[in-house]
């Protein structure tokens, strides 16, 4: 692994990271993104990531959201961690997959029409330790809050 990816993982573990990350690196990404015309999400340098396209929960209207991801290249599906920087609270965009399941994700430049499903029980703790394989801060994000983080599959329709 290379030390700048320790670095990363060491830094996003800590709560001055989970206080000051959601404000930023959304906005940049979003910027970026939109810059590039869907080629490049800076956070993406680290994590694999998407920008997320669904209806909200209460105003049924788009809301875009640049998430990192966990891709599952062989099946070709996402996995998308409700971690919220290890925050109280689920991430609204959790809410907005579970009354509204079909969505959008552009990722590497393309735009994927996906259908989300919230994992539970055994395929829930397989993508678990999966995520937690894939980047280990998880595992300090899941202990610092009482709520099960929240994992969902992405497949395409």
């Not at 990816?5 to 573990?13: A, D, I, T, W, Y």
């Not at 989300?116 to 999966?130: D, K, S, T, V, Y």
């Amino acid at each position: 692994m290379p030390p700048g990816v320790r670095l990363m993982q060491k830094v996003s573990s800590t709560r001055t990271f989970a206080k000051i990350a959601p404000h930023f690196i959304p906005a940049m990404d979003r910027a970026v993104h939109r810059l590039t015309r869907g080629k490049v999400m800076l956070s993406a340098q680290m994590l694999p990531g998407v920008i997320l396209t669904a209806k909200g929960a209460k105003s049924g209207q788009p809301r875009t959201t640049p998430l990192a991801c966990m891709p599952e290249e062989a099946a070709g599906t996402w996995i998308l961690i409700g971690s919220n920087f290890g925050r109280p609270g689920h991430p609204a965009w959790t809410a907005n997959l579970l009354k509204h399941p079909d969505a959008e994700v552009s990722w590497r430049g393309q735009d994927i029409a996906v259908r989300a499903r919230l994992l539970a029980g055994e395929e829930r703790a397989e993508a678990w330790q999966a995520v937690l394989r894939f980047w280990p801060p998880y595992a300090t994000y899941q202990a610092r809050i009482e709520r099960e983080i929240r994992l969902f599959r992405l497949e395409r329709r």
